[in-house]
């Protein structure tokens, strides 16, 4: 876990390590300068910083749909990052979230957006490993994941937690970066990595395969490729947003990283797929 820890802090919070100011304090600096008052904040305004992976808040509807939530229902979100899919899922769908993250930075940045947006009595976030979740036994309803296992380098350990803390019947809600077709190694940097030796892409079939060998039933599974590169097209000729975003975090390695994104898509050295499973 530590080398884990110390990688991905070294690549979501590069700023702070390269001298600059934590986190946090950029991005409560960045919206004040935008004329926001960093305790008041609605989620429109924080959408820029609020959920990093593909497709933003209408991937995190489409995968919601999915789920048939139940007011109150427990859910887990895994790799929860800034927290964006956590309050999501709790403003509009009425459950109570818990999001989990490895990396120190984005729990700080989390708790923050979920009080300042008044979210703070539904949802909570804790700094942990996503194989040894700090849970008792079968006390979430549902687990949600969206483009986080790509830092996880022992997909059957984080599986094998779900399954620890998933009751029978519960559900994973998944929407997740893997190997395209093509073999050609990544255009770097992406998002989630700056070196090959830090991500940890899964094929589609290696990746259904351990999520059944683990004891997930698939419900629904859907290649979303083709609309994730759509969204990627269209932000990529977006002219910069008055309000905080990826930047703030990513630094200037954004532009590359988005550019890369598009051509390894184009290319078919990724894809995006999006489904369903069920705990046997």
């Known amino acids: 876990m530590i080398d884990t820890a110390r990688q991905l802090d070294a690549h979501y919070d590069a700023l702070a390590r390269e001298g600059g100011d934590r986190l946090l304090t950029r991005l409560q600096a960045a919206f004040r300068a935008a004329g926001h008052d960093p305790d008041r904040l609605s989620l429109d305004t924080i959408a820029g910083i609020d959920q990093l992976h593909l497709g933003g808040r209408q991937a995190s509807r489409a ?12 859910v887990l979100d895994v790799g929860c990052g800034t927290g964006g899919a956590s309050r999501l899922l709790a403003a509009e769908h009425g459950v109570t979230v818990v999001g989990v993250d490895i990396t120190a930075a984005f729990v700080a940045v989390a708790d923050w957006l979920s009080r300042a947006t008044g979210l703070a009595a ?3 976030f ?8 700090p849970l008792p036994v079968a006390s979430v309803d549902v687990v949600w994941c969206q483009h986080a296992l790509i830092n996880m380098p022992d997909l059957p350990a984080v599986l094998g937690e779900w399954r620890r803390l998933l009751g029978p019947g519960g559900r994973v809600l998944l929407h997740e970066v893997v190997a395209g077709d093509n073999p050609a190694p990544l255009a770097l940097p992406v998002p989630w990595a700056r070196r090959a ?3 940890h892409l899964a094929c589609r079939a290696s990746l259904t395969g351990t999520l059944a060998e683990a004891g997930f039933r698939a419900v629904h599974l859907e290649d979303v ?14 002219a910069a947003p008055p ?3 990826p930047s703030l975090i990513f630094g ?3 532009a590359a990283m988005g550019r890369n994104l598009h051509d390894n898509l184009a290319d ?3 894809r995006i797929l999006a489904g369903v499973w069920e705990r046997d």
Do not use: I, M, N
Not at 126 to 133: Q, S
């Open 252 to 254: 200037d390695d954004f």
């Open 225 to 238: 490729t083709e609309s994730a590169l759509a969204w990627r097209r269209k932000h990529g000729r977006r």
């Open 63 to 74: 995968l919601a749909r999915h789920g048939a939530f139940v007011p109150g229902q427990r």
């Open 243 to 245: 309000l905080p975003g």
């Open 122 to 124: 539904h949802t909570r």
């Open 268 to 270: 078919d050295r990724v």
């Open 126 to 133: 804790l700094c942990a490993d996503a194989a040894r979740v």
């Open 197 to 199: 030796a830090t991500s």
